[in-house]
């Protein structure tokens, strides 16, 4: 079976602060996919990654890095948290151009932003 | 400009009863759709899943129907269990164009009633 595992399940952190959000899968996918959800907006990308070191801005980069040093470890880093970045944190990945475009997700992370 | 939409927020159905829930899409490149169910607290899991050479697919109590013409697809959960209580999401995506990303819905939150 996939595993995709979040370093935390719940983080709290004060405005300015620098946060790293951790994942690692273990199923040698290509694509890793950093989402954020949000009540009444649903799954929104922030960005994804399809090979080491390779990464490509989703629907809402803004205030939001990442960083891909190994197949298997996708980080979304907040470079200064602020109270809109309160959210639940969910990491995906996939095989890049499989037979189906199935996405395995971890558990997330429920970030607060105080 | 939201290119996969689920219009309704919640459904609550009885016991036993089905389960319809919808999703309209916008985007003619998308070629492949899935449901994904999350569960509070849960990363959301892959359920089901269609291409668009299909109209239908079907995996035990869950069914997919997809109407390319009205750029609409739905899942029937037939017989609908408490279980089954949980945010469904639509996600689609264009293989030929951007293999392994998907876009989703805002997700439906369904409630089983016993």
């Known amino acids: 079976d996939v595993k995709v595992t979040q370093s935390s399940r719940y983080l709290v952190k004060r405005t300015g602060e620098k946060v790293f959000l951790e994942c690692v899968q273990d199923m040698d996918h290509e694509n890793m996919f950093w989402y954020r959800q949000d009540p009444g907006l649903g799954l929104r990308l922030i960005y994804f990654?399809?090979?080491?070191?390779?990464?490509e801005k989703g629907d809402i980069p803004e205030g939001y890095s990442v960083s891909r040093e190994k197949k298997e470890r996708f980080s979304l880093i907040l470079e200064s948290a602020s109270t809109n970045q309160t959210s639940m944190y969910l990491c995906a990945s996939s095989i890049l151009a499989g037979d189906t475009d199935t996405q395995y997700f971890g558990p997330g992370t429920r970030l607060t932003v105080l | 400009d939201q290119q996969v939409k689920q219009n309704s927020p919640s459904l609550s159905v009885q016991e036993g009863r089905i389960s319809i829930l919808n999703c309209d899409y916008t985007n003619s490149m998308f070629d492949y759709f899935l449901w994904y169910k999350k569960y509070p607290a849960e990363g959301p899991t892959f359920l089901i899943s269609?291409?668009?050479?299909?109209d239908k697919n079907e995996d035990g109590r869950f069914t997919v129907f997809l109407n390319k013409s009205a750029k609409h697809l739905s899942l029937h959960i037939v017989p609908s269990q408490p279980g089954d209580s949980a945010v469904y999401f639509c996600a689609a995506s264009g293989r030929s164009t951007n293999a392994g990303k998907s876009t989703f819905g805002d997700g439906t939150t369904l409630t089983v009633k016993p």
């Open positions: 990654s399809y090979d080491v070191k390779m990464k």
């Open positions: 269609i291409s668009s050479i299909k």
